[in-house]
C-alpha cells in the first residue's frame, strides 16, 4: 500500500514597529512622502530605461533597455530577476525588457527585445510571441501599450498595431501606419493609450529635433496631430518637446510634461492650457523638464522637471506643491529622471538614464495625531483631561473637560470651547456631554468641580440645542430628593431617548424622554465603577475599583429592570464590547482579553504571550473589523487583527507618544471610522485627545512561496509555488524546504513570519 501525506500551509506576517500605508488611505490627503533609493548594489536593475509596473499580487516589475539588460521582480526587500533560458520554452524570450501592460486576467504583457513575452502571474511562466512579420530586421520589439478588457495593444516592427486577444492568445492586424507618421521611439513610453469613444490612438510625437505634439491615429487610416503653443516667451530656451504623457480618464485629458512646463490637453475641445501654478517657475532660465510624467490614484499629476525636481500638481486646488521638502531628496528622487511611476498603492517610483537604481518615494502620514491643551494657539483643546467624548451634530465631536466643553470639528481640527457663561442655567468649570439626541435637540451634560473625587460636586443638565439653555435634573427616589449624586461619564448610557445613570452612593437611576427627572429603579452603594448597556437589553455594572468583586447585572423584562444572576457577577472586568454582526462579546480584563460567543462560552483569549499588555479600559472596532484597545500597563495603544490573531502597537514611528490612559479615560469612532482616546485624571505630563486613522496602519504585507524543495530536489509543479493550496506527496518524501518572502515596501527586510 502506498501512503499519501497532504500538507497544508498558513503563514502570517508580524512585525514590531512596521506598519504599511498600502491600499488603506482612502480620500485623504498626502502630504508627507520619504525616500528610499535602491542601487545596483542592492540589486536593482543596470543602467538604462527602466519601466515599472506593479501586479496584481503587489509585486512591483522593473525592466530594463540596456545592453545586458534583465527583468526583475520586486517584493521590497530583494530583487528576483528572470533570465531567458534557451533550454526551457517557459521562460522570458529576452533580457531586453521595453514596457509592461497587465491585462484583465492579471497576466503581464512584457515588450522584449524579441518580441512579446506573456507572464502567466498562476503558473509562473512566459509564453513567447515573435513579431507578426520577420523582417529580417535587427529590430523585433513589440511594445504592448494598452488593454482592455479582452485585448493588449501592441506596435509591432514595420509600423503595425496589433492587437492580441487575452483569453485565445489569437493576434489582430489593426493598421499599417506610414513612416511619415511612426511615432518611432515615442512609443517607449508606455503611456499612448486607445480612446474607445473616438476608435483612435494617442501618442507623443516628435516633429523635429526640440518640437512635440499629440498624435491621433484612427483605426481607419486617418491621423490628426496637435502641437502647443511656446509658452516660455520671455525665456530664450531651446526646447518645446515632450516625450512622455498620461492619459486621465477622470477629467477627458492628457498631461503632458514638456519645456514648455505642464500642459493639459483636452480630448473634449482638442485645446492645450498650461498649468497656472507654474507661470512663476518656467520664467527660469534653468527650468527643463524631465522625463516622467503620471497620475496617483487621487488624481494629482506627479512630474519630473529639472533641475532636480519632482513635483505633485492637484487639478482639483491648483495647488502645486514637492512632496520631499529636503533638498537632498529631491535631488535623489529627481535627478536624471526618465521615468516616474505612480503605483495602485500610492507609492511613487522614479528612475534614471544615467543608471544607479531606482527611487521609492513611500506615502508617510502617521496613523497617530495628539492634541494637546494649548491656551496660547486659538482653536486648541482647552484643557489636557479630557472626559468622554459624545457624537454630535454635522459630524463634529463633543469633549467633556474640566474647564469647559470642547467641541471638535474632524475636518478643521479646530475646538470651539463652551463653558459656564456660555450655557445659561448651568453652573460649575467642568462640562461633561453625556449623551446628544440630534432629533429632538436636546444634550444631557453634567457640570461642576470635576478634577478631584474628594470634592466633586456634580449636577445633571438638560441642554436645548439650538438656544444652549440648560435645565437641572433632579434625582429622586418617589418624593425623596437627593441634593449630591456622584457618577462618572462612565456610569451613564443612552437608553431610549433619555439616560440609564448608576450612582455610586445612591443606585441605578433611569431619565426618560421628556422628563427632568432621574427616577430610582434600584438601590445600592459601592457599585458601578464601571457600567455596559447590552442591546438596551442587558446593563451590568462593575463593582468599584479594580480588584473589586461585587457585581450586579440587570435585564429589562416588559419594559422593567430586574436583578439577575449572570456570569459576569463574579467577573473582575474592565469593559465589555458587544458585536453585532456575530452577537458575540470582547471582554477585557487586567491580564486577558477574552472572546466569548452570544451564548457567553469562551471562544479566545489573549494574555501576555500574545502580546496583550493588559487594563485595557477602552476597547474600539474600526470600520475594517480589527479591535483597538489601550495598553495601560506599557502606556500603549494596541490593535488585534480578529483573524490571525496577531496584536501590535503603536509606536513612535506612527506618531505615538506613550501615556496612561486608564480607568477615566474615554473613546470614540467617528463617522469617518477614525478613533479617538483622551486621557483623564492620570500622571501623564501631556495628555490631552488622540486621534487615530486605522487605514494608515493597515497589515498591508504579504507572505508568498518562493521555491520548494522535496528531499534535496526542486519539486515540480502544475503551478506556480506561490499559488500552491495543497500538496499531495508519498510517504518517503519526508524531507521538506519552503522558502518563504514578504511583499512589504516600507520595512526593508526588518519583517517576521510566522507559520504553523
Known sequence: MQFFRKISLIITCCFAAAFSIAQQIKNETIDSYRAINWTIQEGSPSFGMHTMIKDSKGFLWIGSTSQGGELCRFDGTTFKKYFPDPQRSSSINSDYIQSFEEDSLHNIWIGTGRGISRYDIKADTFTNFLPIIDTGSSSKTIVPFWTTNDEVFCMEPERWITTFNIHTLARKKLIQLSEKDDPGIQWNTNKSFFDSRSNSIWVVRRYEQNRSGLEQIFLDGKIQYYSWSCYRKNVNHPRHDAEDMVYDHKRNSIWVNSGDGLLEFSLNDKQFRPVDALKELIKFKDYDRGVGI???????????????????????????????????????????????????????????????????????????????????????????????????????????????????????????????????????????????????????????????????????????????????IIFRDGSRQFDKIFFYSEQAKPYKNGLLICDGIHGFFEVKENSLFADMVFPFKGIGWRMILNEDRFLFLRGYGVVADHNVSFENRNGKWIKIPHLFDTLKWNNIVYDKKNQSQWISFQNELVHYDKDFHKIRSYTANNGYTGSAFNILFDNAGYIWFDGSNLEEICRLDTVSGIITTLTEADGYEKQVYGEGSSSIKDARGNLYLGVWGEPSPRGGLDRIYPERRSSAAIVYLRSLNINQKPFSLSTGVNNLEELSLNYDQNNINIETGVIDYYVKGRGHIRYK
Request: charged content about 25%.
Open 294 to 472: 503620471d497620475i496617483d490614484r487621487h488624481g494629482r499629476i506627479w512630474f519630473a522637471s529639472q533641475p532636480n525636481n519632482i513635483f505633485s500638481y492637484d487639478p482639483e486646488t491648483g495647488q502645486l506643491r514637492k512632496p520631499l521638502l529636503d533638498t537632498s531628496l529631491q535631488k535623489l528622487a529627481g535627478e536624471y529622471n526618465l521615468r516616474l511611476y505612480c503605483d495602485r498603492d500610492g507609492i511613487v517610483w522614479t528612475s534614471k538614464w544615467n543608471g544607479n537604481g531606482i527611487c521609492e518615494l513611500l506615502p508617510y502620514n502617521p496613523p497617530v495625531k495628539r492634541y494637546a491643551a494649548d491656551a496660547k494657539l486659538p482653536g486648541s483643546l482647552s484643557n489636557k483631561n479630557v472626559s468622554n467624548i459624545v457624537a454630535g451634530p454635522q459630524g463634529k465631536l463633543w469633549i467633556g473637560t474640566a474647564d469647559g466643553l470642547n467641541i471638535f470639528d474632524p475636518v478643521s481640527e479646530r475646538f470651539e470651547v463652551l463653558r459656564e457663561k456660555d450655557l445659561p442655567g448651568i453652573k460649575g468649570p467642568g462640562i461633561i456631554p453625556l449623551y446628544i439626541d440630534t432629533v429632538h435637540q436636546k444634550a444631557w451634560l453634567v457640570a461642576g468641580k470635576l478634577e478631584h473625587a474628594d470634592d466633586r460636586v456634580i449636577n445633571l443638565y438638560e441642554m436645548n440645542l439650538e438656544t444652549r439653555e440648560c435645565r437641572p
